[in-house]
């Protein structure tokens, strides 16, 4: 009866990174800068890894749909993040809320078991050379590409479905700048406690899973590469080794203590920083870690250009 009361919540409101107008606009224009870098990069990867016949081979085929996923994963809040920057009230409907926050664990869980892939691809080709093309086989990369993809489904309707049983009456206002299922929580009229034990086991259960197979992956990478004789070998295979395990090991650390901690340590600030780190960074550094630094793109980068200067 009381809940029949209440003036139910249809939209919420999205406060943001400041209320400053100065910060606003310098925000803007950075996280514009942002996007338009991830896109332009991850479009770049994506158009020379299908032109070039040379790098249709299991590692960039990884690279082109973590690149899918990256304009994806992107797309899902810098768009509106960058509405909200210029808009005079920042809302958001709930049902649209809830959309985002699906699409966020669908991409965020498919990205994560994507890179678990690439690790494995790089521990298969450096560690057990001559059985790579086995191990990598056309089958074995569909698989791991369409298995991150259903994971990722699964893990985003499992949520989604339980927030949808979720009521608000107020208040409307989330301390962030886009829709997460953490501070939605947070808003609920209605008890919660199904919804944080479903959010935490199943971040936990594919979040460990994912890092640690990454983490051994890479493992048994270092331990080959310290066996190697050549010194310049050893630091342009560590060079590129510890450059991937920085931006894996920040997307993993940030998202996992986001959506594992206690709502009694939550801090607006600090769950803001940990946000753009996983949710907008990650997607901009992914193709400059793992693509632009890599010879093999380079060249096909440049005989492209190449092509584009001479059909002009």
Wanted: with cysteine.
């Amino acid at each position: 009866m009381q809940m029949k009361n209440q003036t139910m919540v249809t939209e919420f409101i999205l406060l943001g990174l400041s209320s400053d107008p100065q910060m606003k606009i310098l925000l803007f224009l950075v996280f514009l800068l942002i996007y338009l870098i991830t896109l332009a990069g991850n479009i770049v990867i994506m158009v020379v890894i299908r032109a070039d016949s040379h790098l249709h081979i299991p590692m960039y085929f990884f690279l082109f749909h973590l690149s899918f996923v990256d304009i994806c994963y992107s797309s899902v809040t810098v768009p509106n993040t960058l509405r909200n920057f210029l808009a005079e009230r920042k809302t958001i409907s709930v049902n649209g809320c809830i959309t985002q926050i699906f699409f966020f664990f669908l991409l965020v869980v498919t990205e994560a078991f994507i890179l678990s892939a690439m690790a494995y691809d790089r521990y298969a080709a450096i560690c057990d050379p001559l059985r790579y093309m086995d191990t990598m086989s056309t089958r074995i990369c569909f698989q791991l590409v369409g298995g991150a993809w259903a994971i990722g489904f699964f893990h985003a309707l499992l949520n989604t479905v339980f927030a949808l049983k979720l009521h608000f009456c107020g208040p409307s206002q989330i301390h962030h700048f886009s829709c997460e299922l953490p501070p939605l929580l947070q808003l609920s009229c209605t008890d919660t406690l199904t919804n944080q034990v479903v959010l935490l086991i199943s971040a936990v259960i594919l979040g460990s899973s994912s890092f640690l197979f990454s983490l051994i992956s890479y493992i048994h990478i270092i331990s080959t590469i310290l066996r190697i004789r050549s010194a310049a070998g050893k630091r342009k295979a560590f060079s590129t080794c510890s450059s991937h395990l920085i931006v894996v090991g920040l997307f993993y650390l940030t998202a996992f203590f986001q959506y594992t901690k206690p709502s009694s340590v939550s801090s607006v600030v600090l769950d803001e920083m940990f946000s753009i780190q996983y949710s907008i960074l990650t997607p901009m550094l992914n193709p400059i870690i793992y693509s632009l630094k890599n010879k093999e793109v380079k060249t096909a980068v440049g005989k492209m250009l190449g092509k584009f200067k001479f059909l002009r």
